[in-house]
Structures are given as structure tokens and as C-alpha cells.
Nanobody, 123 residues
Framework: QVQLVESGGGLVQAGGSRRLSCAAA????????MAWFRQTPGKEREFVAA???????DYPDSVKGRFTISRDNAANTVYLQMNSLKPEDTAVYYC?????????????????WGQGTQVTVSS
């Protein structure tokens, strides 16, 4: 089992940058595939980025070229570097972990979730 805690959210102007962190408690972090999702009120959770235990990375077109996911297994942490932020990036951002080996975009395949961190991009 793993517990996830996100941090780094806040208010940022359009065009700015923000780095989110997700700290994992658990000795087997390096075995998990990790992902970031985001959600705005009234909408379904949206896939943002994924990184496998071996370093394979996936992004949707909406953030490709602007967001970068990375992980530091020694620090039990996954990061989301967000650049060129837009008002439509405003959301609660969640970190997720998959214990099953899943490395895709479906939120229901992830086993563990953090509490979320709010990112607000002002125009």
C-alpha cells in the first residue's frame, strides 16, 4: 500500500510555471506506475500525465509540450512541471499510483490517490 500527498498548488498567472510534487509513503514506490489527473467542478477527472516504473511517459495533446512528468525513486516522489500555463489548466490536480502494472489513461485502473492540490491560473 502507498499513501500519496500532493503539494505545490497555488495561484499563477497565465504563461507562468508551477511544479507539483507528490510524495509517496511506502517502500515499494519504485514498482508503481504513477500518473497525474486533474478535475474541475462538474467534470470528470482528466488524465494529465503518466510515468511507468521504467520511465515510459505519456501525455494527452492538451498538455504535451507544456507539462513534464518525472520521478525520483530515491526520494519516493513524482513531479509535474507545468509551463506556459493557461486559464483552462485551472483544476484540482491529483497524483495516482497503480499497483497492478497499469500504465494508461483510465482513472479507474489506478489504486491509490492523493487528496489533490488546487492550481488556479489567472488570465
Amino acid at each position: 500500500q502507498v499513501q500519496l500527498v500532493e503539494s505545490g498548488g497555488g495561484l499563477v498567472q497565465a504563461g507562468g510555471s508551477r511544479r507539483l510534487s507528490c510524495a509517496a509513503a511506502g517502500r515499494t514506490f519504485r514498482r508503481y506506475n504513477m500518473a497525474w489527473f486533474r478535475q474541475t467542478p462538474g467534470k470528470e477527472r482528466e488524465f494529465v500525465a503518466a510515468i511507468s516504473w521504467s520511465g515510459n511517459i505519456d501525455y494527452p495533446d492538451s498538455v504535451k509540450g507544456r507539462f513534464t512528468i518525472s520521478r525520483d525513486n530515491a526520494a519516493n516522489t513524482v513531479y509535474l512541471q507545468m509551463n506556459s500555463l493557461k486559464p483552462e489548466d485551472t483544476a484540482v490536480y491529483y497524483c495516482a499510483a497503480a499497483a497492478s502494472g497499469y500504465n494508461g489513461r483510465l482513472e479507474n485502473q489506478y489504486d491509490y490517490w492523493g487528496q489533490g492540490t488546487q492550481v488556479t491560473v489567472s488570465s
